[in-house]
Structure formats: structure tokens, C-alpha cells
């Protein structure tokens, strides 16, 4: 079995798989100032709630856009399974042709998003997450990553919103009742979510109408399956597209090391 960690800005994937299979994910909130030791037992209590023994993880791999906390879950990792960890960034083999100014800064969890859609989605494609940011990673025709969109995050919009308002309350992402709300909360569901989702149908024409072509449009991240519901295109919600492309490059740079003996 090998364990699959995303470290993002809010929330912390881990995933476990053996072979192809994925046997769970959960999340942990990203906490900067957490101790090896912190991490260690949260990783190893979510092993135990699952019934899965440490000894049986033959590895780990880590994708991360938070360098402060990248190498605390490494040795967290490293405290618990005895084993090396992979992390996602230079010398790791992805097999992703990137066509932009500078591939260096490139987010690693984006590279992983694009590995994992190439292998199950038809090109061209553009991979949508709807994290502290929402991203947008465009693949061309050719199966070349040939740039995207930044623009804040769902729940980073709604906190702006009521920090900066005395009256707003803060609300749960859910579905409104109706798209016209008839209170503040339902007027605020409605406004994030449909006004998220007409960004997105947006975007996407934006997009395909630079490509000259269609895109395959696949969504990920905690809220994917709030907002997709909302949009007026065809998109396909996969949340645990980062976690299968983490276990891709896994299994690829391994059937590498042994090739090399």
C-alpha cells in the first residue's frame, strides 16, 4: 500500500492505494505551526480508523504548494511508515509536456491533476479546482499543459464578503432553495454559487473559443459537487482526481527505479 498526501493551503488530502485501488481519503486542516509529531498521529490514527497497518505501507508520495509544511509531513511520514517518501517536484518523472514561460513555477499539484486527467479524459481539457484558489489548467490537443487561470477561491470570496460587511453572516456552501433568494442567507447561497457557476460556464467559452475547440471540462476539489450542479455546461466532477494522479506518478517513477535496478 502506498500513501498519497496533497498538502494545500486550507486542507490536507491523504489518500491509500494499492495497485490501482483507492482504499481512502480523508482530510486534516493545514496548520503551519503542527509539529512531525502532530502529523505523525493524525496520519497514523486515520490508518487505524481504517484498518489498514502501518507495516503494509511500502511507501509514501507528496505533492505540496506549502513549502513551510512539506517536509514536517515528510518526517511525520517517515516517523510512521520507516520508509522514503516521494515528493512531487524536480527529478520526479511525470511524463507532462509543459508549454508555458516557465514550467518551474508551476504548482505541483496542478502537475498531478493534469497527469491523472490526461490518463482518463480525452484532450483537449481544462482541469478546474475549486480550492483556496480556483485554477484552471489548460491542455491542448497535443496533450500539452499550455497554460490556465488563477482567480480566488470559492470560500475565500465568501470570507472577503463577510469580513468586509457588518450585516452578512457567515453561511454553509449549499444549495439555495431558489436561484432568487427571498432572505440574506438564501440571497448569499444563491450569489456564491451561481455567480461561481456563471464564472466558470464563462471561462470555459473563453477558453474553448481561444482553442477553437471544445474541451472536455472536469471539476475537483471538497465543493466540486455544489457547484457543478449550478452550471448551465456538461462538466465532469471527479474529487479524487489529485489523489489518482499522485498514484500514477508514483507507480511510474518506481517501475523506473527498478528498471535501473
Do not use: W
Not at 493551503?9 to 480523508?26: M, R
Not at 449549499?174 to 440574506?184: M, V
Amino acid at each position: 500500500m502506498v500513501l498519497a498526501i496533497d498538502i494545500g493551503n486550507t486542507n490536507i488530502s491523504i489518500g491509500c492505494f494499492q495497485e490501482e485501488n483507492i482504499l481512502l481519503v480523508e482530510r486534516i486542516s493545514t496548520n503551519q505551526t503542527a509539529t512531525a509529531l502532530e502529523y505523525a498521529v493524525s496520519l497514523k490514527l486515520i490508518l487505524e480508523i481504517y484498518h489498514i497497518a502501518i507495516t503494509s505501507v511500502e511507501g509514501s508520495i507528496i505533492s505540496s504548494v506549502v513549502p513551510s509544511t512539506t517536509n514536517t509531513v515528510r518526517q511525520a511520514l517517515e516517523m510512521i511508515t520507516k520508509k522514503e517518501v516521494m515528493i512531487v517536484g524536480p527529478g520526479i518523472r511525470t511524463g507532462l509536456k509543459i508549454c508555458i514561460d516557465n514550467p518551474a513555477q508551476l504548482g505541483s499539484d496542478l502537475v498531478v491533476e493534469a497527469v491523472a486527467a490526461l490518463q482518463q479524459y480525452p484532450v483537449p481539457l481544462a482541469v478546474i479546482d475549486l480550492g483556496t484558489a480556483t485554477t484552471i489548467s489548460v491542455i491542448n490537443a497535443k496533450s500539452e499543459y499550455i497554460g490556465g487561470m488563477i482567480l480566488p477561491g470559492v470560500k475565500v470570496s465568501l470570507a472577503a464578503l463577510t469580513q468586509q460587511t457588518a450585516q452578512l453572516p457567515k453561511i454553509a456552501l449549499e444549495q439555495p432553495k431558489k436561484r432568487i433568494g427571498s432572505n440574506t442567507i438564501e440571497c448569499m447561497k444563491s450569489g456564491v454559487l451561481y455567480g461561481t457557476a456563471c464564472s466558470l460556464d464563462g471561462l470555459l467559452e473563453q477558453i474553448e473559443a481561444e482553442l477553437q475547440q471544445p474541451v472536455t471540462a472536469i471539476v475537483t476539489g471538497e465543493i466540486a459537487s455544489v457547484i457543478v450542479p449550478c452550471c448551465k455546461r456538461k462538466m465532469i466532477v471527479d474529487e479524487k482526481l489529485l489523489l489518482r494522479g499522485l498514484q500514477i506518478i508514483y507507480l511510474k517513477n518506481k517501475k523506473e527505479k527498478e528498471r535501473k535496478g
